[in-house]
């Protein structure tokens, strides 16, 4: 079963404006992930924030965690057409093994020009 | 880098064939992880390696599924007999060990599997 809810499914927005898409779930876990997908491509990891982290920047993208609300955002600053993809979170947990990652519905961003 | 690799890219057979899927993961990752997709239920792991051994394989849907790793550099998904609901894009990912990995995981470009 999936672990994480994101929301919106999809979200349309103009190059130039912010978009920001939620992630909830549902156990505890050792760290949280957003990953991008473009069409007919396979994923490509952005970002971690870790259980005891809040808040986490990389270039235009800002993270937030709230493991009380155990919900976490993605803030893309300064959208570009390029910036059109699949966007989901994944939730790590620790397992004997190693992490184990369990992927959220995702959004579907669209950034026209 | 190459990434990961997988073959083939593109699989169009009959239902109650054999499928084998492959994956190279990138050198030097000693996790690989099996990925299903389909829009109906989404981004599903099947199974997972750590240093070649199975360690996960509660996401694998019935007998029909079946995984190996016979070495670090080289793993295989094989379905038989496919059905037509097995039709989905089938990931693998590679990883450097957990939880020291700040990058995540590593996707290949996908196989795109469709059961007539």
């Not at chain 1, 005891?52 to 493991?67: A, F, I, Q, Y």
């Not at chain 1, 519905?105 to 020009?113: D, I, S, Y």
Request: some cysteine; glycine content about 8%.
């Amino acid at each position: 079963s999936q672990q994480g809810e994101e929301d919106p499914q999809a979200l349309s927005i103009q190059e130039g404006e912010n978009a920001t898409m939620n992630c909830s779930y549902k156990t505890s876990i050792n760290n949280l992930q957003w990953y991008r997908q473009n069409s007919g491509r396979g994923l490509v990891h952005l970002i971690l924030i870790r259980s005891n982290e809040r808040e986490k920047h990389s270039g235009r993208l800002r993270v937030t965690l709230d493991t009380s609300k155990k919900s976490s955002s993605l803030l893309i600053t300064a959208s570009r057409a390029a910036d059109t993809a699949s966007y989901f979170c994944a939730t790590s947990i620790l397992t004997g093994g190693g992490n184990k990652l369990t992927f959220g519905t995702g959004t579907q961003l669209k950034v026209e020009l | 880098d190459a990434g990961v690799i997988q073959s083939p890219r593109h699989e169009v057979t009959e239902m109650g064939q054999e499928v084998t899927l492959r994956c190279k993961p990138i050198s030097g990752h000693n996790s690989l992880f099996w990925y299903r997709q389909t829009m109906m239920r989404g981004l599903e792991l099947l199974i997972y390696f750590n240093n070649n051994v199975p360690i996960d394989d509660s996401g694998m849907p019935e007998d029909r599924f079946s995984a190996k790793m016979p070495n670090a550099s080289f793993s295989t998904l094989k379905i038989q007999p496919s059905e037509p609901r097995d039709s989905a894009v089938y990931f693998c990912a590679s990883s450097l060990p957990g939880p020291i990995s700040d990058r995540g995981q590593f996707f290949g470009p996908g196989t795109r599997l469709t059961v007539l």
